[in-house]
Protein backbone atom coordinates (compact mmCIF):
# COMPACT_ATOMS: atom_id res chain seq x y z
CA UNK A 1 0.00 0.00 0.00
CA UNK A 2 2.33 2.25 -0.95
CA UNK A 3 0.45 5.24 -1.63
CA UNK A 4 -1.28 5.28 1.69
CA UNK A 5 0.51 7.08 4.60
CA UNK A 6 1.51 4.81 7.44
CA UNK A 7 -0.21 6.71 9.60
CA UNK A 8 -3.70 6.11 8.35
CA UNK A 9 -6.24 4.56 10.53
CA UNK A 10 -9.62 5.54 9.31
CA UNK A 11 -10.64 6.26 5.27
CA UNK A 12 -13.67 7.87 3.97
CA UNK A 13 -14.75 7.13 0.61
CA UNK A 14 -17.05 9.15 -1.54
CA UNK A 15 -19.56 7.38 -3.22
CA UNK A 16 -20.56 8.04 -7.15
CA UNK A 17 -17.43 7.56 -9.05
CA UNK A 18 -15.59 5.77 -6.36
CA UNK A 19 -17.71 3.23 -5.18
CA UNK A 20 -20.58 3.42 -7.50
CA UNK A 21 -20.30 3.63 -11.46
CA UNK A 22 -22.21 7.28 -12.58
CA UNK A 23 -23.05 8.57 -15.62
CA UNK A 24 -24.44 11.87 -15.23
CA UNK A 25 -25.31 12.20 -19.27
CA UNK A 26 -27.97 9.23 -18.76
CA UNK A 27 -29.57 11.96 -16.41
CA UNK A 28 -28.93 14.99 -18.84
CA UNK A 29 -30.22 13.04 -21.89
CA UNK A 30 -33.69 11.49 -19.78
CA UNK A 31 -34.01 15.23 -18.88
CA UNK A 32 -34.06 17.12 -21.98
CA UNK A 33 -36.40 14.02 -23.24
CA UNK A 34 -38.74 15.68 -20.73
CA UNK A 35 -38.27 19.16 -22.14
CA UNK A 36 -35.69 20.80 -19.43
CA UNK A 37 -31.96 21.13 -21.28
CA UNK A 38 -29.18 22.21 -18.85
CA UNK A 39 -30.15 20.23 -15.44
CA UNK A 40 -27.00 18.56 -14.47
CA UNK A 41 -24.16 20.33 -16.72
CA UNK A 42 -22.28 18.34 -18.75
CA UNK A 43 -18.57 17.06 -17.31
CA UNK A 44 -19.40 17.19 -13.79
CA UNK A 45 -21.81 18.22 -10.67
CA UNK A 46 -23.31 21.45 -11.12
CA UNK A 47 -26.52 22.16 -11.21
CA UNK A 48 -28.11 24.42 -13.48
CA UNK A 49 -31.29 25.00 -11.25
CA UNK A 50 -31.35 25.67 -7.53
CA UNK A 51 -34.01 22.97 -7.11
CA UNK A 52 -31.44 20.16 -7.63
CA UNK A 53 -28.96 21.63 -5.52
CA UNK A 54 -31.55 22.37 -2.90
CA UNK A 55 -32.15 18.41 -3.01
CA UNK A 56 -28.99 17.86 -2.71
CA UNK A 57 -28.98 19.78 0.32
CA UNK A 58 -31.67 18.37 2.25
CA UNK A 59 -33.59 21.49 1.80
CA UNK A 60 -36.37 20.52 0.21
CA UNK A 61 -38.81 17.38 0.36
CA UNK A 62 -39.22 14.90 -2.26
CA UNK A 63 -42.23 16.30 -3.39
CA UNK A 64 -41.18 19.83 -3.10
CA UNK A 65 -37.69 18.36 -5.59
CA UNK A 66 -40.49 16.61 -8.15
CA UNK A 67 -42.90 19.78 -8.01
CA UNK A 68 -39.71 22.02 -8.80
CA UNK A 69 -38.97 19.64 -11.66
CA UNK A 70 -42.25 20.58 -12.70
CA UNK A 71 -42.77 24.28 -12.52
CA UNK A 72 -39.36 23.89 -14.76
CA UNK A 73 -41.04 21.71 -17.49
CA UNK A 74 -44.26 23.83 -17.24
CA UNK A 75 -46.12 20.60 -17.69
CA UNK A 76 -47.61 17.90 -15.54
CA UNK A 77 -45.08 14.70 -15.10
CA UNK A 78 -45.95 11.94 -12.98
CA UNK A 79 -43.69 11.79 -10.47
CA UNK A 80 -42.14 7.81 -11.00
CA UNK A 81 -41.01 9.61 -14.38
CA UNK A 82 -39.15 12.36 -12.73
CA UNK A 83 -37.35 9.51 -10.13
CA UNK A 84 -36.41 7.28 -12.94
CA UNK A 85 -34.61 10.61 -15.08
CA UNK A 86 -32.81 11.33 -11.92
CA UNK A 87 -32.10 8.09 -10.89
CA UNK A 88 -30.80 7.15 -14.70
CA UNK A 89 -27.06 8.07 -13.57
CA UNK A 90 -26.83 5.48 -11.32
CA UNK A 91 -25.63 2.46 -12.91
CA UNK A 92 -23.43 -0.77 -10.89
CA UNK A 93 -21.72 -1.44 -7.58
CA UNK A 94 -18.61 -3.53 -9.50
CA UNK A 95 -17.92 -6.65 -7.41
CA UNK A 96 -14.40 -5.73 -7.69
CA UNK A 97 -14.45 -2.81 -5.43
CA UNK A 98 -16.62 -4.40 -3.08
CA UNK A 99 -14.29 -6.89 -2.53
CA UNK A 100 -11.61 -4.67 -2.01
CA UNK A 101 -14.11 -2.84 0.67
CA UNK A 102 -14.69 -5.87 3.02
CA UNK A 103 -10.63 -6.79 2.79
CA UNK A 104 -9.93 -3.07 4.09
CA UNK A 105 -12.26 -3.61 7.06
CA UNK A 106 -9.88 -5.72 8.44
CA UNK A 107 -7.31 -2.83 8.61
CA UNK A 108 -8.85 0.13 8.52
CA UNK A 109 -12.14 1.99 9.94
CA UNK A 110 -14.15 2.70 7.06
CA UNK A 111 -16.96 5.38 6.24
CA UNK A 112 -18.29 6.88 3.27
CA UNK A 113 -19.16 10.46 2.91
CA UNK A 114 -21.32 11.27 -0.10
CA UNK A 115 -23.22 14.22 -2.22
CA UNK A 116 -26.55 12.62 -2.66
CA UNK A 117 -30.32 13.39 -2.07
CA UNK A 118 -33.12 11.15 -0.53
CA UNK A 119 -34.06 9.84 -4.09
CA UNK A 120 -31.18 8.63 -5.23
CA UNK A 121 -30.04 7.24 -1.36
CA UNK A 122 -33.57 5.01 -2.23
CA UNK A 123 -32.26 3.97 -5.30
CA UNK A 124 -28.65 3.00 -4.57
CA UNK A 125 -29.70 1.12 -1.46
CA UNK A 126 -32.13 -0.52 -3.27
CA UNK A 127 -29.50 -1.56 -6.11
CA UNK A 128 -26.51 -2.45 -3.81
CA UNK A 129 -28.92 -4.97 -1.67
CA UNK A 130 -30.43 -6.02 -5.32
CA UNK A 131 -26.70 -6.27 -7.13
CA UNK A 132 -24.83 -8.01 -3.83
CA UNK A 133 -27.20 -9.08 -1.67
CA UNK A 134 -26.59 -7.19 1.79
CA UNK A 135 -26.72 -3.66 2.59
CA UNK A 136 -24.22 -1.16 2.05
CA UNK A 137 -24.14 0.57 4.87
CA UNK A 138 -22.14 -2.38 6.73
CA UNK A 139 -19.24 -1.83 4.70
CA UNK A 140 -18.84 1.24 6.96
CA UNK A 141 -18.68 2.34 10.63
CA UNK A 142 -20.63 4.95 9.46
CA UNK A 143 -22.30 6.93 5.91
CA UNK A 144 -22.69 10.57 5.77
CA UNK A 145 -24.89 11.71 3.31
CA UNK A 146 -24.95 15.45 1.89
CA UNK A 147 -29.04 15.76 2.31
CA UNK A 148 -29.06 14.91 6.16
CA UNK A 149 -26.05 16.91 7.04
CA UNK A 150 -27.64 19.82 4.76
CA UNK A 151 -24.29 20.47 3.76
CA UNK A 152 -21.84 19.31 0.65
CA UNK A 153 -18.69 19.30 -0.74
CA UNK A 154 -16.40 21.03 -0.60
CA UNK A 155 -17.71 23.26 2.10
CA UNK A 156 -15.43 22.76 4.90
CA UNK A 157 -18.37 22.84 7.71
CA UNK A 158 -19.40 19.87 5.48
CA UNK A 159 -16.03 17.49 6.45
CA UNK A 160 -15.92 18.95 9.58
CA UNK A 161 -19.43 17.52 10.16
CA UNK A 162 -18.49 14.23 9.58
CA UNK A 163 -14.89 14.18 11.30
CA UNK A 164 -16.84 15.76 14.48
CA UNK A 165 -19.76 13.04 14.11
CA UNK A 166 -17.04 10.16 13.66
CA UNK A 167 -14.99 11.15 16.38
CA UNK A 168 -12.21 11.49 13.83
CA UNK A 169 -8.42 12.23 14.07
CA UNK A 170 -7.83 14.27 10.36
CA UNK A 171 -3.84 13.37 10.28
CA UNK A 172 -5.29 10.09 10.62
CA UNK A 173 -7.57 9.69 8.41
CA UNK A 174 -7.61 9.63 4.33
CA UNK A 175 -10.28 10.92 2.42
CA UNK A 176 -10.77 9.68 -1.38
CA UNK A 177 -13.10 10.99 -3.74
CA UNK A 178 -13.12 12.00 -7.61
CA UNK A 179 -13.41 15.68 -7.37
CA UNK A 180 -10.47 17.79 -7.14
CA UNK A 181 -12.37 20.65 -5.67
CA UNK A 182 -13.41 17.88 -2.80
CA UNK A 183 -9.94 17.01 -2.16
CA UNK A 184 -9.07 20.61 -2.22
CA UNK A 185 -11.79 21.14 0.76
CA UNK A 186 -11.03 17.99 2.59
CA UNK A 187 -7.03 18.91 2.93
CA UNK A 188 -7.86 22.31 4.09
CA UNK A 189 -9.51 20.18 7.54
CA UNK A 190 -6.55 18.88 7.54
CA UNK A 191 -7.47 15.52 6.31
CA UNK A 192 -4.72 12.84 3.78
CA UNK A 193 -6.55 13.07 0.73
CA UNK A 194 -6.46 11.25 -3.09
CA UNK A 195 -7.59 12.34 -6.27
CA UNK A 196 -9.23 9.36 -7.60
CA UNK A 197 -9.25 10.13 -11.34
CA UNK A 198 -9.99 8.96 -14.35
CA UNK A 199 -6.95 6.86 -14.68
CA UNK A 200 -6.82 5.44 -11.54
CA UNK A 201 -7.91 2.73 -10.18
CA UNK A 202 -9.35 2.06 -6.90
CA UNK A 203 -7.67 -1.25 -6.63
CA UNK A 204 -4.45 0.27 -7.46
CA UNK A 205 -4.43 2.87 -4.42
CA UNK A 206 -3.91 -0.60 -2.00
CA UNK A 207 -2.15 -2.89 -4.60
Known amino acids: MSQIPTTIKNIIFDLGGVILDIDPERSVRAFESLGLKGAILTGGWGYKHEVFLNMEKGLISDEEFRDGVRSLLNKPVADEVIDQAWCAMLVDFPADRVELLKRLKSDFRLYLFSNTNHIHWKAFHSLFQKQHEFSLSSLFERDYYSHELKNR ?39 HAIHLSPEKDLQGLFS
Open 153 to 191: KPALESFQAVIDRAGLNPSETLFIDDSKENIEGAQQVGL
